[in-house]
């Protein structure tokens, strides 16, 4: 059997147990001051970002996105409405269905919060070649679908069959504590 290499092992542990937990923490508290300036909830936020990159789309549908149940979803785009970040529309192909879609306020607002980010990610991977770039993109589009399968997982376990802890702490990350996240 083959010796991991230490190197390797040290690097992973690092962005396993530190690098990324310590990135998500900081967009989670960025999405707050953004969702604070914007007068609206993080999880509105997250509802913006949502259609920022899907498009117009059905509240249920949307519920499904950030996680919410319908009632809180109806709640969560009144908000929307009344800070003029979107608005409802009949649906084009279903005149009966309604979607919601971004305001170009509400975008423009959201850009708006997360320009100065944009411009320093801009900044910050200039110094990578383009192999290095599709790296990090690899690595990014595995993790969002690895994230997205954790989602689902949790989602359909019942909370005391997630099955043996031993497993979940080998393949998720530890912090310094030996606290698994």
Known sequence: MTKPNAGREALLAELIGDAVPGWAILVVQLNNVVANRLGVTDTDVQCLHVLGRHG???PGALAKHVNLTTGSASRMIDRLVAAGCVRRV???DDRRRVLIEPTQEGLDRVTGAYA???????DDLGAFDDEELSAILRFLGTAQRSTAAEINRL???PDDQEGPAGARAQDSGTDRRGIVW
Request: overall charge positive; charged content about 25%.
């Open 90 to 92: 009949a649906d084009p």
């Open 116 to 122: 100065g980010l944009i411009a320093r990610t801009r």
């Open 155 to 157: 989602r359909s376990t």
């Open 56 to 58: 117009p789309t059905t």
